[in-house]
């Protein structure tokens, strides 16, 4: 069937997130560790709640302790979990050409089967989730992740060479069947390529290059692009290319927002970037890193989403375990049937 994916900024119906749970992705983290992560994706769930409903997926032994950091507001549904970042193992939601909402269930491993990563339940979670909204569940047999996509809800989608054409994620692959099966799942009828993501993003906890950390649409024509502006940092290089191919693939408005002061951490260099945020009814929530250029990314963000209110919500925890406020949320939208 027909499937066309609405842009982020469309109504939702809700958002869906995973709380963290205490397994086997959680092993290098103790007791105040744990508590330090969970507390990060509850900041976040709670801030999302002030404009849309929310439901997180809590594992059952973990649900008096989601309760614990969560406001009322939030739904809990119970399913076993390795981790939880429901953006990448959770579904991608569409809409049919009747207007009722799809869940696509892309085939999850673990980012192409990290060392650290377990995804023995994770890789239902899309299913689980897409049955618990009560629509229909489309299976692909693309090995694929959200943060891995992003689309301007008009027939193009954003996306990187080392994530669909990923060894481990998608071994036999060509562009020409990536291409084909995201146009099948999403409707898109144009693929731009980009080479490779951000270089932390290739280090341990890493996804291995996923867009939605590099660039993304912020309304049909409107790009918002990662600028990181140390040239001492490697990924002043990864930001030009990446202004390059996108000038040379259409005729788009690009807007750099500029990457945090900071560029190194305790690990090496930081990938902190504003990018990673999560447009929801009438709000943004933006990741903050305590940084000069927090403020500065609000106010681009206020200009290119005129109407939502911008929440800053600190992501550095999000952020050390491989990802960020995008990464860790899901829209489901409102459906047109």
């Known amino acids: 069937m027909p499937l066309t994916m609405p842009p982020e900024w469309a109504p939702h119906d809700r958002t869906w997130m995973a709380f963290p749970p205490a397994g086997p992705s959680s092993e290098d983290l103790d007791d105040a560790g744990l508590l330090e992560v969970r507390r990060a994706w509850a900041a976040v769930a709670n801030a999302v709640a002030r404009f849309e409903p929310v439901t997180m997926v809590v594992d059952p032994s973990d649900v008096a302790a989601a309760r614990e950091l969560l406001v009322d507001g939030v ?182 927002v500029p990457a945090p002061a900071v560029v190194r951490d305790d690990e090496g260099w930081v990938d902190y970037s504003y990018i990673n945020h999560y447009v929801c009814n009438g709000g943004v929530v933006l990741c903050a890193f305590d940084d000069p250029g927090d403020e500065r990314a609000a106010a681009i963000l206020r200009e290119v989403y005129p109407g939502r209110e911008v929440v800053l919500v600190d992501a550095r925890t999000i952020f050390s375990r491989g990802g960020g406020i995008h990464c860790i949320t899901q829209q489901q939208p409102s459906g047109r049937g």
């Open 75 to 256: 739904d809990l549904v119970e399913a076993r979990l390795d981790d939880a970042w429901m953006r990448d193992m959770g579904p991608t939601f569409v809409h049919d050409t009747d207007g009722r909402v799809v869940a696509v269930d892309w085939i999850f491993n673990g980012w192409g089967a990290a060392e650290w990563a377990s995804w023995d339940n994770d890789q239902y979670v899309a299913a689980f989730v897409g049955a618990h909204a009560g629509v229909t569940v489309e299976t692909s047999p693309l090995t694929n992740e959200g943060g891995g996509i992003h689309v301007d809800g008009e027939g193009t989608v954003l996306v990187t060479e080392t994530v669909q054409l990923d060894p481990g994620r998608n071994p036999d692959w060509t562009k020409v069947q990536v291409e084909a099966e995201l146009r099948r799942c999403l409707g898109v009828e144009k693929v731009v390529w980009l080479e490779r993501g951000l270089t932390r993003d290739y280090e341990t906890f890493g996804t291995r290059g996923h867009v939605d950390i590099v660039a993304c649409f912020a309304s049909p024509g409107v790009i918002l692009v990662h600028d990181q502006r140390d040239p001492g940092h490697p990924d002043h290089a990864v930001s030009a290319r990446v202004r390059e191919l996108l000038t040379a693939a259409g005729d788009w408005t690009l807007v750099p």
